[in-house]
């Protein structure tokens, strides 16, 4: 399977945001092989009108309201291959010593 998501600075964009870590779970979980798993920079993003207006109304820090009106994008590659032909499981985030796997 190939995923190629959004992994932060889409601030607008979608309801998740997707890590390195939810990978490696998946394929702890699932037994899945690892053929490329990739956390790269994809340029920088304005922030919406929104973002900036909801700083300004709701953040309780100062450091929250930012003059720097950009952040980074960054693309999550994650290329995995099924090794058996187990029924999927769910990942979890929980310790591998507790994994039902």
Not at 7 to 14: D, P
Not at 61 to 76: D, E, G, H, M, Y
Request: contains cysteine; neutral net charge.
């Amino acid at each position: 399977m190939l995923h190629e998501l959004p992994g932060g600075g889409m601030l607008t964009h979608g309801v998740v945001s997707y890590n390195p870590q939810f990978f490696w779970l998946l394929c702890r979980f699932n037994n899945y092989e690892v053929l490329d798993l990739t956390i790269a920079h994809a340029g920088d993003a304005s922030l919406s009108n929104d973002v900036v207006r909801s700083n300004a109304q709701f953040a309780r820090s100062r450091r929250a309201v930012q003059t720097r009106l950009t952040v980074p994008i960054f693309v999550v590659t994650a290329m995995l291959q099924k090794q058996d032909d187990k029924a999927y499981v769910t990942p979890l985030d929980i310790p591998a010593e507790a994994s039902p796997t």
